[in-house]
């Protein structure tokens, strides 16, 4: 296998993002093994209402009770996620709430092409697998993603703001209460074929760098992982590239599985075989 792939197995990105940073940098294991923070430009200074409430939070809880209110308020959207009467019909609004939660029923289904392409629009990172593996653009898996990532079924209600606001939010919490001073987490990922991944290096049977899809949930459990394939993947994730964790709001999503959500790329991984 070569040790150094055409520029196209690494997958399409686009030259500019929204974190000032370059994606083709913020891809790759070299970002991974030295991070930098991340930040969408303006979300904090045009919501210093919002974060000037959560530093008076003494907690972690109180702070994710403060946001849950606030988006609620801000987007008008509740917990049930209910229909709002607009001109005698019934419009839906779309939430973050829900697209996390169609994340976890299926990652390829719609709510995760529109989470995919909140990555592509902020970090410039495109995806690589949607439903099935994206080996051109344009091409026909790259137009159902596009296709899927622009549906006004989650695609309404400045969705991808919504998402800008969670991932500072998120990182808010990282720094102040959840993992203070850190700078990675060790977390797993189970998968069932090392060899349908894209392969970037790899030097022995258990060490290479892959990459994954620019969206990827990891456990941190990594007996959680070992049920959902019969190879483990531990990788050191940069907390900056967080964008959910169990515990953030008030909610049990991700809880279960205790799963994290992190913007993706090339990850150097070792390989356990369960």
């Not at 030259?15 to 891809?27: A, F, I, K, P, Q």
């Not at 009467?85 to 939660?101: H, T, V």
């Not at 998968?191 to 349908?196: A, P, S, T, W, Y």
């Amino acid at each position: 296998m070569d040790d150094q792939p055409s520029l196209a197995r690494r997958g399409p990105r686009h030259s500019t993002n929204l974190v000032g940073r370059s994606s083709e940098w913020l891809e790759s294991c070299a970002f991974n093994d030295a991070p930098a923070p991340l930040h969408i430009w303006g979300v904090q200074e045009m919501n210093q209402g919002l974060f000037g409430m959560l530093d008076q939070a003494a907690d972690l809880a109180e702070a994710g009770e403060a946001f849950h209110a606030y988006m609620m308020a801000m987007f008008g959207i509740d917990d049930e996620q209910r229909d709002v009467p607009s001109a005698g019909r019934q419009r839906f609004r779309s939430s973050f709430l829900r697209l996390i939660q169609g994340w976890s029923f299926d990652s390829n289904g719609p709510a995760g092409a529109v989470l995919k392409g909140w990555v592509e629009s902020r970090f410039g990172v495109c995806p690589s697998f949607h439903r099935e593996i994206i080996d051109a653009v344009p091409g026909p898996a790259w137009d159902v993603y596009i296709e899927e990532k622009m549906s006004s079924q989650f695609h309404n209600n400045a969705i991808w703001v919504q998402l800008d606001l969670l991932f500072e939010f998120c990182q808010w919490a990282i720094r102040r209460f959840a993992f203070p001073g850190q700078s990675h987490l060790t977390l797993y990922r189970g998968i069932n074929d090392v060899e349908r991944h894209l392969i970037v290096e790899r030097s022995d049977r258990r060490e290479a760098v892959i990459r994954l899809n620019n969206l990827v949930s990891f456990s941190s459990d990594r007996e959680v992982a070992d049920c959902f394939g019969d190879r483990i993947l531990t990788a050191r994730v940069p907390l900056c590239k967080i964008l959910f964790f169990p515990g953030l709001l008030p909610s049990h999503l991700l809880r279960g599985e205790r799963e994290y959500l992190a913007v993706g790329g090339e990850f150097r991984v070792s390989v356990d075989y369960v």
